[in-house]
């Protein structure tokens, strides 16, 4: 079975395109050690696949449109796009948007706090 991961060839990295077809091109990635998590630009959408047996990727998420960014902590998976941040819990539901309207270029976890960076530079953070 062909690797589901991202493959070197050549000077810089390709994404195997047969794997990866829930999301058309993965732009950002998290992990927390039992899955690999992405977010995608266009269309914009957040998938998974488990790790080190790879597998076939899952789809979480989809129509948000330019996911920027992702993380992921003990229970929840979190993305950035054009409308704010959202979240999925890991085991699967719907997803929420945690923050409306914010300009967010990227996202990270903890479990205790959700924190974002603005398009102004500014660290933000919001409590779970």
Do not use: F
Not at 37 to 43: A, G, L, Q, T
Not at 50 to 56: K, L, Q
Request: aromatic share 8%; with cysteine.
């Amino acid at each position: 079975m062909p690797s589901p991961y991202a493959s070197m060839a050549g000077p810089s990295p390709r994404v195997n395109s047969k794997s990866c077809t829930v999301t058309d091109t993965p732009y950002a990635l998290a992990t927390d050690g039992a899955t690999l998590y992405w977010s995608s630009r266009y269309p914009g959408a957040v998938g998974s696949v488990p790790i080190p047996a790879g597998g076939t990727p899952t789809a979480l998420a989809a129509g948000g449109g330019d996911s920027l960014s992702v993380a992921v902590d003990q229970t929840n998976v979190y993305w950035a796009d054009a409308e704010g941040i959202h979240r999925l819990p890991k085991l699967g539901g719907c997803p929420a948007q945690i923050i409306n309207s914010e300009v967010v270029q990227r996202v990270a976890a903890d479990g205790v706090n959700v924190y974002w960076t603005n398009s102004s530079g500014q660290v933000m953070k919001l409590a779970l």
